[in-house]
């Protein structure tokens, strides 16, 4: 029809692209090391590839506050913890095909940078001097593509004149660099981050598993025959194999939280989610992104004035949603009766679909991509099979009707936010639950393609909670055994029950969600800080 | 087609019990006494219509700030307060149209109880104590009406099973009352407030006039041929007339804003708008009302902390939006570079009729009334003359355009900020312009029916910014003279121009907008109380 190119030609010249961007004498060494296909679990292989030498490994195994304070005395260089964090992201990468953009040689040239303005002032460039950071692949960063998916977060580049304009992403958007930094991007450079990849996501953004056409699946490193989850899940394996230090997501039905939950998460520390938090804060991000709230970092809410100084607090347990119940790992974790969760799912999944289709319609049709139908792997396809996640262009509907579903959800919120009021009258502590803690998904990271929805996390979105994952423990094949069960919420409750096997998990990571109501962030990360000293407290090897 | 009772019928009958909430012997006390319907400016008739005495005119002449202190000295009663107010109430009824829901008795009950509660324990119950509010119509109040119009403030009383239900308002939902309180109404009254009216506003609300098929036209006291602007100009002309001391409205496009700057403001005082806003946000309503904003009063901001405590600040004036060119009053008040005001309008128009044709015609079809498609008096009316100010179901479009749509504002308020951000080159203060000070329409309040948009309000709605009205002087057909202009923006602005005649505006007043960014509340009105006394200290006659 057009004497466009073809969207396979274009995507594997990017993938080659990219492959050409890590060091030839890095990518020798590994190659000749790597573990065969069938090894699932992988966390250990940084350390025996050979790749690092024991200073590397102790920067990439230390923690944010560890890193930001010896950068900053100069006991380590930011060249020396750039170029350790890029070779241990490209031990991620040959695990778990889990990067984007490779841009090493920028990154050591600002690292090199940093490093001078320290020798030279004796002064930090900022909160975050020579931290390396890594970015979704939505995020721009001038001169670099942003390949798959718009840019939610924290930034727009769309120039339009129309009010129709054709959208960016997918293969569509392969060699089309960005013209500026996302706001994002600007204010961690402007504290001293050091950027250097940026991470895998699937087709759309809209699937908690990680997939594309240009850059193939992304694995979880702890069962390779499980997915990483998504959107942000080449965040979640190259974090959890220590690549990055901190990397940064979004989420709009758990695309942080479920990579968080499947591989390990966005940072090896919360210290290191309230410094990101505190460094972008600071940077008043509000006048440079109107949709950015303006709201300063608040001391008192962090330390839980709200929440009688956070010594007695009253958690929540959401055990089950009414909906679908979770497999035995998950009720492993440590009374929150669910409102009208199903209708909600229905609610918030109208608002998602209403345009969908019609939009993943127009953008691969630029390319010529096809639009991805499942993520299972070719071979798992059955003959004759049809399978559809997606919504098709029959669930579109009229902006009336999507104000209508808007409205809906507006009651649902407003009902849902009475009921933990309501909760005052049993918590014996004069205020209302402080937090629910809950399961992340009804599974721990599902084997490839089979993910079937994004309920557990989705909730927290569809009512603009604020919602923190921090991770538990593994599944134990002894203890979290097929339990009896008979009675059943309806056919995907009993087909969830059914699909659990123990073997199937092996290794993977079990997370839960600490979730507060609408901007409590700050009472979040203190309450999640409390709850992760008490587990390891309980259990020392997390 | 069904049984359901003649529109006009229920209209009627609403109106008729509308009146039998009047005390008759106010009436007959005013009606004997009423000027004639020539007599166009009737904002001296509260003194001398004889239904109020001397205590009663000085209490209703008082500002915000005295009232309250008066009540909580207990020099007057909520009882003498109340009182006087619903007479002037009355008053301003009889002149102007400007009410909906009357429940005095309701109200002198509950003033009855907060002066036993002073009495007997020596406090007052709140920081509103004793203080008469009256509320535009759609904020619900239990036991009674909200006839017109959804409930846009601080409320959702739809109780929806389906995600397409019934839209509330209009005829259709006479005799249909509210269940329990808008969250706001119980806030105020926890204050101590007492409500005593519900005020009147447009079909639909979304028109900068107030006319419906219940309660008819209300009029500009100022001059009666003029409207008194709208949605929320029922309590435009009431605080006016000083028949409320505060009136709470609502606003998308201008809908507190035109009223105030056509009647007069929707406060006797600044204060009265300062206290109103710490009352509210005192009470936390982010936790009754999921789509508040969880953001304490900070008086810091208020203080102009972030403005250099307010000693050297930088207003930026926009005289003209450069697409309609104000008339000769306007100007009058006291350089803001317009940045795609053109372009920005048409977004939010596209927004706005997105799906308003298809909601007014299933509203409407439920009564059988018709939807109004002029506010001009049917004697104005030319003979097979054409009028429609609404949109048609030919502006409707699919909730993926809507998204496009959406996407194209947040590019524009992206930039829109950036071109504020700006000016920190031009300002000398080494802050970006602190506020920008502009016309609140390119007219003064226009002759019933011809108000043709709500530009210079909207702008500021569509970005999100935080804007207030305050009264500025009246138009004065010496000064405010037709000047000689021969070049255009385009036909609207040429049209606009010819329109003008002093004479057809006499009397009428001239207010300016403060304009902060998204979440400036405190600051603006911070800054609007250093214009407000520097131009009382010009003109003390303010």
Redesign the interface.
Known sequence: MTDRPDWKTVASEKKSRQLAAIPKEWLDRLTANLPPQTELDVTLYPKVCGLLDGRELDITESDVPILLQRLSSGEWTAVEVTTAFCKRAVVAQQLTNCLTEIFFDRALARAAALDDYLKTTGKVVGMLHGLPISLKDQVNIKGLDSTIGERLFLY?Q???D????F?PGYVSYANKPAERNAVLADILESHGAVLFVKTNIPQTLMWPETHNNIFGRTLNPNNRSLTSGGSSGGEGALVALKGSPLGVGSDIGGSVRIPSACCGPLSNSLDGLKLFMQAVIDAKP??????A???RWNEEEYRLADYGDGKQLCFAVLWDDGVVAPHPPILRVIDWVPLKHAEIY??IS?IWS??AA??YEIVTAVSGEPVIQTMLPETDILAGETLSYRPSSAT??????????Q??R??L??E???HW?ETIEVTGTGRPVDAIICPVAATPAPPHGTTKNANYTMIWNA??YAALVIPVSKVDQKLDVKRERSAFYNDDDKAHYESYDPATYVNAPIAVQIVG????EEAVLGMAEIVDFALKAHNPKL
Chains 1, 2 share one sequence.
């Open positions: 727009i769309d120039t339009t129309s009010y129709f304009p959208s509000w006048m440079k992104d109107p949709l709230v303006c709201k229905k609610c109208a209403a345009g019609e939009d579109a509907f009229s902006a009336y009707k999507l104000w209508q579903v409205k809906a507006r009651v919120r407003e849902y936010l009475q009021q009512l603009d109501r609408t901007l409590q």
